[in-house]
């Protein structure tokens, strides 16, 4: 078996990013979040920030639903990505727990678990400290998690064929059950008729219960609805499966004026 290629890995196949990532349902998602924005949300504006954005295939669909949309990513590969399908996006490149805006976004999301990214948990809180004061008073931050205790140490394989050449993609997390510390494992195996290559990456991502992140909201201000992972529709959690949609909303407060639509 060839060795794994040097360097990093989305840097060198940013370009088939979206064709690894063909099966998510960015529409769907979009969707989602308008239901919940609609529902909850009470902050009177549609400003959008998508956090770890990529290639920005969830804020094309948002701006199409008349947000003004906003990305934010670790790698200047996606990002330019993100600028030629969505010229019109204002992109930050930035780790999560590190963008610094203040008290003017409506919405912000963070969703295929990529808030785990905040690593270790102290960047986590951070990362949810620096969502709270970027949301206007009634805005909402939403993201999707899993409690460390359902983690399945298990692979998720996609194949590709783009460009003459066979693509597979294989994810996975490891987790030991009891560290903070989640290990996401990526392999990706390019098949030409110049032969093969292999790329391989780690990530280090933060492992959390749900009670743990309920802390972590509370403490960063949040009021928290927990919701069913199920994009299809807004579904309250039933307190058994693992993977949740959190809705943290940025409460009113004696200093702000609340909007006729909540009064």
């Not at 794994?4 to 998602?29: I, K, M, W």
């Not at 989602?32 to 998508?50: E, T």
């Not at 970027?134 to 998720?156: E, S, T, Y």
Request: net charge negative; hydrophobic share 40%; aromatic share 10%.
């Amino acid at each position: 078996m060839p060795a794994p290629t040097p360097g990093n890995l989305y840097t060198d196949l940013s370009a088939y990013y979206d064709g690894f990532c063909h099966e998510v349902d960015y529409a769907g998602q979009a969707d989602f979040l308008q239901r919940a924005f609609d529902c909850l949300g009470a902050s009177g504006g549609r400003d959008y920030l998508d956090l770890a954005c990529g290639t920005g295939q969830l804020l094309e669909v948002m701006q199409r639903k008349g947000f003004s949309v906003a990305g934010l990513d670790n790698s200047p590969q996606m990002l330019a990505a993100t600028a030629q399908r969505c010229p019109q996006a204002a992109l930050i490149l930035s780790d999560l727990a590190a963008f610094e805006i203040d008290s003017r976004l409506d919405l912000i999301s963070c969703l295929l678990y990529s808030v785990h990214y905040s690593h270790p948990v102290a960047a986590l809180a951070e990362t949810l400290r620096r969502a709270y004061r970027a949301l206007k008073p009634g805005g909402l931050f939403i993201f999707d998690m899993v409690d460390k205790d359902g983690i399945q140490n298990r692979d998720a394989v996609t194949r590709l064929t783009r460009d003459g050449a066979d693509f597979t993609f294989r994810s996975g997390w490891r987790h030991d059950g009891d560290s903070e510390t989640l290990e996401l494992q990526v392999a990706i195996r390019r098949e030409d008729a110049d032969g093969v290559r292999n790329w391989e990456d780690r990530h280090r991502m933060t492992a959390i219960s749900r009670s743990g992140l309920d802390t972590l909201m509370r403490e960063s201000g949040f009021t928290t609805t927990l919701l069913e992972r199920d994009f299809t529709r807004l579904r309250e959690w039933d307190g058994r499966s693992f993977n949740v949609l959190v809705v943290g909303q940025k409460p009113w407060d004696d200093h702000a004026a609340t909007p006729d639509s909540v009064r």
